[in-house]
């Protein structure tokens, strides 16, 4: 008298509805995963190439910035490290990595 019947539901029909509804879940994943590729992880390989770029064109002569913060022409280039003059006579040994920059020429006077 107090208590309403329960009926169990019909199960729905399996197939088509059924993955449109998987598709409608993932839908959000598979977006935000694309804005995050355009938004950071594309720049940031770009970055990383140009980057590369510039220590590979890397020339004795030329005024650069470290990621210390030292400016200084490169006097001698290895492999895995450059050589960069900051006063007369007082040379740095840095790692190639670390030259964030090259300077136009004639930015850095003695």
Do not use: W
Request: hydrophobic share 45%; glycine share 10%.
């Amino acid at each position: 008298m107090f208590i309403s019947n329960a009926y169990a539901q019909a199960a729905p029909a399996g197939g088509a509805e059924s993955m449109l509804g998987s598709m409608g879940q993932m839908l959000p994943l598979v977006l935000m995963f694309v804005v995050l590729y355009f938004i950071m992880i594309r720049p940031q390989m770009k970055r990383q190439k140009e980057h590369k770029a510039m220590l590979e064109a890397l020339a004795k002569g030329d005024e650069v910035v470290t990621s210390g913060g030292m400016i200084g022409r490169v006097s001698k280039l290895g492999e895995t490290f450059v050589h960069v003059e900051v006063a007369n006579g007082v040379e740095l040994q840095v790692q190639r990595s670390a030259v964030v920059q090259v300077l136009p020429k004639g930015t850095y006077g003695k």
